[in-house]
Each structure stands twice: as C-alpha cells, then as structure tokens.
C-alpha cells in the first residue's frame, strides 16, 4: 500500500525570502513548538489544506472570512446544537495557505451524551424549518441593508457648521472609526447568520447518506445524491437572468446589436438606446442587476473577485455565450425535467429494494429532510459569499481610499495586505493626526512594511501547496471531511500513489470522487480564475482547483469538470448534476498534473481520469 504519511508540520521551512511571514497573519493560526501539548496535539493531527474555499493563498486582510467561518462553523456544532460525532474545526496556516482539521468527539460516551441534545435543538429546527427561514432570509435581507447603507466617509478640512448649530457632540474622525467598526462586525455577524442553518443542512443529507450506504451496500454516493438533485434554487436565479436575456434580445430582434465580444457594454447600451425595442431590452437588463448581478465572478471569498455588478462586461459576454447557442438552434436551459424524471426513478428504484414498512418510512422521512434542506445548501452562498461579500469589498475600498489619500497607501489595492486589526490601528494613527494637525507614523510604516508583503506573498503564488501536514488517521470518519471537502482513506491513498510516482509528467492515470455521471473525452483548459476562464473553447473539459456559480454560461461551452477539491456536496459536483455534466472532483492535484491542451477522458461513473501522453 502507497505510503500516505504526510510531512511533519513543524519541519516544513519558510520559502527562501519569506522568512517573518507569520506577521501577516493572526498569531494563534500558526504552528508552533513552544508548548510540548501542542506541538504533540499538531503532530498527531491531520491538516489538509482548504482549497476548496481558497485556490490561492489568502491576502492577510482576505482572511476575515476564514476567522469568521472558524468561529460560527464551530460554535454552531459544538455549543449551539451538539452534532454527536464531531466538534468544531481548528485551523492554521503556512506560507499563507489554510490547514483544516475538523475536530471528532472520540469518547463513545461523549458521543451518546450529545445526542439527545442534537435531537432536541436540531428537531426544533428541522420541525420549524421553513418559518424559520423565512426569518433567516429576512435577517440576511436587513444586513445586507444595513452595509448597502453604511456611509465610509471622508475626513473634511473643516467640520460643518451644522455639527455646532446642532450639537453633535462628535467629530468625522470619530464616525469613520465607528463606521469601520460597523462593517466588521457586520461580516462577522453575517458569517453568524451563515451557519445557522447549514450545518444542519449537512447533517441532515450526511443522515440520508448513511442510511443509503447501509440499507444499499453497493449504492454508488452519486446515486444518492442524485435522490435530491433538480431542486430548483435561487442560486442558479443569476444565471437564469442571463438565459432570459438573451431570449429577449431574440425576440426583440436586436441580438445583432449586442455584438461581438470587442463591443463594450456601454457601447451596446448607448446604441441599444436608439431604439424602442433596444430600450426595453435595457430595461429588463437594468431590472436584473438588483440583486441577481450582485454576484462573484470567482467564489467570493477574496477580494478581486468582483462581481457582475463591478465590470458589466462579464455577464454582457456571458448573455453572448447564450445568444450565440440560441442562433445554433441549441438549447441553452439546464436539462431540469430530465433530472427530475432520473430523480424520481432512482427514488421508487431504491426504495422498491427495501425490505420492510419501517424501513421505507425512515428513508421517506430522510429523504423528505434532505429536500426540504437542500435549497438552503446552495441558497445561503447567494445571500452571503456573492450579495454581501459584493457590497463589503467595495465599502473597504472607500476605507482604502481614504488611507490612500493620507499616504498611509501607495494604492487603494495595497490594503489587502494588511489585517482587519492592523487597519483599525491605521485609522487610529490617521484619525488622531487629522484631529492635531499632525502628521501620522503610517505613511512611514506601511508603504515600506506592504512592499516587503507584496514580495512575500507572490512568493507564496509561485508555490505549490502541500496537500496535507501531520498524521491521516486510520480511519476517516467525520461526515463534512467526506461530503463537503472529499477526504478519504480512498482519496489519501490516491494522492500517495500520485506521490510515489514523483514526476507529474509520468502520471497518466487519476482519480477522484465521482461528483457527476457520464463520461466525456476532450481537451483540457486549466482554469484558475474568471480571466482563464475566458480562453475556453468549444468542447473543452474544465480542469479548476474548485468552481464558481459565476462559471454557470461555459457550462454551455464545455464538456466536463474536473476539480482538485470537493466531495459529493461540493459545489462543483452539485452544480455539474443540475446541468447533466460529468465531473470528477477531488482529485487532489488535478490543476497540477493536467494541462492545458492535454487530451483527457473523465469517467463521471467510476471517478478515473485517464490522461494521453
């Protein structure tokens, strides 16, 4: 058997160049020697790195999310409602890449013990589940009210006699440090709401799972997955503004005029203008941005994946895509009927194998839960990752304008480099030098300090991340590892194989989690980021470190997906079954062995990838 230990975490050195990296990054994320107990507990722990949420290495401000999800994911499990078999997640960091360790309760007892707990706090919102949506959308709905409202302004000269005549009592300086205040704690609340319901979310399909793979020893995961698939869900609604778009620009008979990809949107605008029908079709596009363009042309997690919102250009290609399938003759919406006609055969199919009416109810009731969570799976990514993370982003350029005005920025995008907290302690340098009339330390601290981090962190895109550090255990158990993130004891033993082989140009052969069925045979298209994905052709197999919903037009292009992360509830391998797209994820270096032009035949069934030297 392959070899899948994986090196120590304390032994891996710092990227000749690097070395004081940890600085950029919260203290406790880093690994350490200085207590025995935790150095013993990091040795002893497996530690694999997310690439599910972070194909590049994380910006030291971009990192919010990641303290945010630590937090909220945790506490949901293990004090909010009790999930018996695991705790909460720990994480670290090296050379500015996140290691998870999800946290498994090992006492049998313990276990037990937490079980009653889940039943009654879980049922309670399982049994309540769709008024307390309801409340859960209206909450997100408010928040994201509350940030599109918060003002980020600038410093005056001279405060407005109107602060005088109606006794404020407080100064801009003041209301700045406030406001940033307020919109960190607006995304870490955000990530609160995040939680609330989506671990119960996957537990509920982790439940439904489990049943399956007893009652049906020889039932593939991708079956049971494809017992709740084609449910509609509003994170495809983006995508669907698109197809309606470009189905009215056909209608309208003014498809000619949105021209070819060189014509820029505010080209198309101003000439679509001159026409009674261009100006409706501008006024469906224009009902559209809000929210639905709100979303992240990557997963949202870091800042440079700006929305739709943010560059028009994007979602005006994506409606060319469409209208360019429509003139074929071809069909450009999801195949939904037929997923739900294989849905309901594979449901009376497996159900039919059941031997007893306890038996068939329990996996009725199951089954009934998963559906009635799913939505919420993919729905929350929409109100959080795309709608909020769009709006935060750009309210934390208006701080970064502000600094950059203050030369405490050489530009507004060097603000990425530095912590939430080492902001606040920024402003705080700003605002006191603005309210003296003197000048600030920052301006000879940051800019210096940001250069050597910029070099830092470049270094860390030119490296190739270790997959995982510390010690696999004998058996991967924890449900989220398996689901959502795709590690196994199958898939460590295929990323040693991969190991063992040593030189990715002898590799001709992999494997992954089967995320969607069929097979296709094509040319591969690495693609890392929304700019990639524009060199796509025409028949081509998508190869990523993970997927987008923003991705969802070169559905229409491509053939198959292959992704280096991801289980059966990634969202990769979800959104290739909407689309009846064969995909295999969690291949662990997909992105590393594969190139671009390679020839490569993808098994959605079986997970193997076969790849022509």
Known sequence: MADKNFPNPHEIEAIPGTEGWERMYPYHYVFSTKDKEREAYENNTFWFNDALHYPEPLYPFDIIWDEAWFLALSQFNTRIFSVPPVYGVDHRIINGNVYISPVPVTDPEEVQKRIPMFMERAGYYYENWDDLHNQWENKMKGIISEIENLEIASLPDMEDISVVKNGLGTSSGYELLKNYDKLIDLGIRCWQYHFEFLNLGYASYVTFVDFCTKAFPDIPLQKVTQMVAGIDVILYRPDDELRKLAKLAIELGIDSQIGGDTKDIDDVISELQGSENGK?????????????????????????????????????????????KLNEGKSIDRPLEQIKIERKKLIVEYRGLLKTD??????????????LVFPYVENHMFY????????????????????????FLEGQEDIWYMSRSEIKEALWDLVTAWASGTKGYGPLHWPEEIQWRKGVYQKFKENIPIPAVGKPPETIAEPFTIVLWGITNESMSAWAKLKEIGDPDKVNEMEGFA??????????????????????????????????????????????????????????????????????????????????????????????????R
């Not at 079709?281 to 949202?300: L, Q, R």
């Not at 306890?358 to 559906?371: C, I, S, V, Y």
């Not at 959080?384 to 030369?407: G, L, P, Q, T, Y």
Request: some cysteine; overall charge negative.
């Open 358 to 371: 306890e038996d068939r109810q329990t996996f009725d009731q199951l089954h009934g839960t998963a559906e």
């Open 384 to 407: 959080v990752e795309h709608w909020f993370h769009s709006v935060f982003w750009n309210k934390m350029r208006a701080v970064a304008a502000i600094m950059a005005d203050n030369n």
């Open 515 to 612: 995320g969607s069925p069929g097979v296709a045979e094509g040319i591969a298209r690495v693609c890392r980021s929304v700019e990639d994905i524009g060199e796509l052709k025409e028949g081509e197999i998508l190869v990523a470190p993970t997927t987008s919903p923003s991705w969802a037009p070169v559905f229409q292009k491509i053939k198959a997906v292959v992704t280096d992360v991801g289980g059966i509830m990634c969202h990769a391998a979800i959104v290739c079954r909407e689309y009846g797209m064969p995909a295999v994820v969690g291949t662990g270096q997909g992105t590393t062995i594969i190139k671009s032009g390679m020839k490569i035949k993808v098994n959605g069934d079986t997970g193997k990838i076969h790849i022509e």
């Open 280 to 324: 409706k079709w501008v006024a469906a596009w224009d009902e559209a941005k809000y929210p639905w363009f709100n979303i992240s042309t990557g997963t949202g997690w870091y800042h440079q994946d700006v929305s739709w919102n943010d560059n028009l250009n994007i979602p005006l290609s994506s409606v060319r895509i469409y209208i360019g």
